[in-house]
């Protein structure tokens, strides 16, 4: 990996996010040296409150928790962890822990299927806006580097030189070691859009506070057909 003398560091803790989890997931970034990035994800599962806690909760039983998970419905957002460690959503690529690769490698799991891309019909809010406002505070350009997300199923760009040294946004799809397919053809012209005129209509007056025992009979049952790892 080259070195980039760019990197910087932004918001550990998004405001307004919902903490989930005994709050932290990861260690320390391992390639520090390499400029922030974005990885995005979907659950391969529905939106809405109940599924927002069982998907919590068993990511966190699973081992695979990302940084933030959001409601692309409701604008509910969480976080596990401080952005600036790592997350659990990738798999290593080779002797590369993936997970580290960045001052920042940003874990984004989105309540939504891969095959219908949750830009077509979201209502992003006021979460969302500060999603993406932490999201630039670590350098991270208003880019794809690998190129549009690929349609759900299809094919992918996993190309490591990209990946090791271009900041931006990543599509699953697009890393390397990773054989998952989501998030599908999100539009990435609605995803910077939408932090810069955010809906009032997605409110989440009615979200339940989150039952952080990680015990619930729900999220220990369902097979859920996520994208993790």
């Given at each position: 990996?080259?070195?980039?003398?760019?990197?910087?560091?932004?918001?550990?803790?998004i405001?307004?996010?919902?903490?989930?989890g005994p709050?932290?997931v990861?260690?320390?970034?391992?390639?520090?040296?390499q400029?922030?990035r974005?990885?995005?994800?979907?659950t391969?599962?529905?939106?809405?409150?109940?599924?927002f806690?069982e998907?919590a909760?068993y990511?966190?039983?699973?081992?695979?928790?990302p940084?933030?998970?959001?409601?692309?419905?409701t604008?509910?957002?969480?976080?596990?962890?401080?952005?600036?460690?790592?997350?659990?959503?990738?798999?290593n690529?080779?002797?590369?822990?993936?997970?580290?690769?960045?001052?920042?490698c940003?874990?984004?799991e989105?309540l939504?299927?891969?095959?219908?891309?949750?830009t077509d019909?979201?209502?992003p809010?006021?979460h969302?806006?500060?999603?993406?406002?932490?999201?630039?505070?670590w350098?991270?350009?208003?880019?794809?580097?690998a190129?549009?997300p690929?349609?759900?199923p299809?094919?992918?760009?996993?190309?490591?030189?990209?990946?090791?040294?271009?900041?931006?946004h990543?599509?699953?799809a697009?890393?390397?070691g990773?054989?998952?397919?989501?998030?599908?053809r999100i539009s990435?012209?609605?995803l910077?859009?939408?932090?810069?005129?955010?809906s009032?209509?997605?409110?989440?007056?009615?979200?339940?506070?989150?039952?952080n025992?990680?015990?619930?009979?729900?999220?220990?049952?369902?097979?859920?057909?996520?994208?993790?790892?």
């Open positions: 990996m080259t070195t980039d003398t760019s990197t910087q560091t932004g918001i550990e803790w405001e307004g996010a919902e903490r989930l709050g932290v990861g260690g320390p970034m391992e390639y520090s040296e400029p922030a974005v990885v995005w994800h979907t391969e599962s529905g939106a809405g409150n109940t599924m806690k998907m909760d990511l966190l039983t699973q081992g695979v928790a940084h933030v998970l959001y409601d692309p419905v604008d509910r957002l969480g976080q596990f962890g401080p952005l600036g460690f790592k997350a659990k959503s990738l798999r690529d080779g002797d590369i822990h993936t997970n580290g690769v960045g001052v920042a940003i874990q984004i989105v939504a299927e891969a095959k219908r891309p949750f019909y979201w209502k809010g006021p969302f806006a500060k999603l993406m406002m932490a999201i630039r505070s350098g991270v350009p208003d880019s794809f580097p190129g549009n690929p349609v759900f299809g094919d992918s760009n996993r190309d490591r030189t990209t990946w090791n040294n271009e900041p931006g990543y599509a699953h697009n890393v390397p990773n054989d998952h397919g989501d998030p599908g990435t012209r609605e910077f859009r939408a932090s810069e005129n955010p009032t209509d997605a409110l989440v007056t009615n979200a339940a506070p989150l039952d025992s990680h015990s619930s009979d729900a999220c220990n049952s369902r097979a859920f057909k996520g994208s993790f790892r």
